[in-house]
């Protein structure tokens, strides 16, 4: 069964801080891919970053970056240096690609980041 | 032009009403999904269209009705709901099923009184 694991719930940290967001997933497909979304109190979800399940290298965007190890069925996402616009729910989801999908994502339950000044 | 736009921004209705949420885009996306998020809750899938017709319906209650009238436009027709269906309403797009880059609206947040 597919499934996503984020557990932490809530993470509050002082900015300047790093912190990193972690995600367990569940799939027994060989052929998925991997995203995290932004969910600001404005409620649109906003994609950061697609990783298809063949790419295991680390990527980093500016403050970003992320850690996705297929041995242990993770993709952890940290912020460097976080600032109060980091503010928000993140979610890690899943899709898969093989025969019969139909390309919705399966999400985590959330991790609610609150980056104080 | 990424977007999706979905109106209104908020609604609140009563359990009588018959209202609908629309949501529209113009990137040439033949797939739209709606998505229900309740609050702290993640998203849940709803409906999916596929080149305007409906492929996927996850046991959604027939007081949700949706319609895909042409490849821009998804709406979600809304009778008779009840206060457990408030929640936030995402709709996303993707250039076809399969296809992972979803593009997701603001969502409407709908209030059943």
């Known amino acids: 069964a597919q499934k996503v694991t984020q557990a932490q719930t809530e993470i509050s940290v002082v900015e300047k801080e790093d912190v990193t967001l972690d995600c367990v997933y569940e799939t027994r497909d060989t052929t998925y891919y991997l995203f995290w979304y932004k969910q600001p109190p404005s409620g649109e979800l906003v994609f950061l970053i697609r990783?298809?399940?063949?790419?295991?290298q680390n990527e980093i965007s500016g403050r970003y970056s992320w850690n996705f190890q297929k041995s242990t069925s993770s993709f952890n996402f940290t912020i460097t240096a976080s600032q109060v616009v980091d503010s928000a729910v993140y979610f890690c989801?899943?899709?898969?690609?093989?025969?019969?999908?139909?390309?919705?994502?399966?999400f985590g339950k959330g991790t609610k980041l609150s980056v104080k000044p | 032009d990424t977007e999706v736009t979905q109106t209104p921004k908020h609604l609140v209705m009563g359990m009588t009403n018959k209202k609908s949420l629309k949501c529209e885009q113009h990137?040439?996306?033949?797939?739209m999904y709606w998505y229900k998020q309740k609050a702290k809750k993640p998203p849940e899938l709803m409906f999916v269209y596929s080149y305007e017709k409906l492929s996927i319906n996850e046991s959604v209650p027939s007081r949700f009705s949706p319609e895909c009238p042409n490849s821009s436009l998804l709406n979600l027709h809304l009778h008779a709901l009840q206060p457990e269906d408030s929640a936030l309403y995402l709709c996303?797009?993707?250039?076809?099923?399969?296809?992972?880059?979803?593009?997701f609206g603001q969502g409407t947040r709908l209030t059943v009184v």
């Open positions: 990783r298809n399940s063949f790419d295991e």
């Open positions: 996303a797009s993707t250039r076809q099923v399969g296809d992972t880059e979803a593009f």
């Open positions: 990137m040439g996306h033949r797939a």
């Open positions: 989801a899943l899709s898969e690609t093989g025969r019969g999908s139909q390309g919705n994502l399966i």
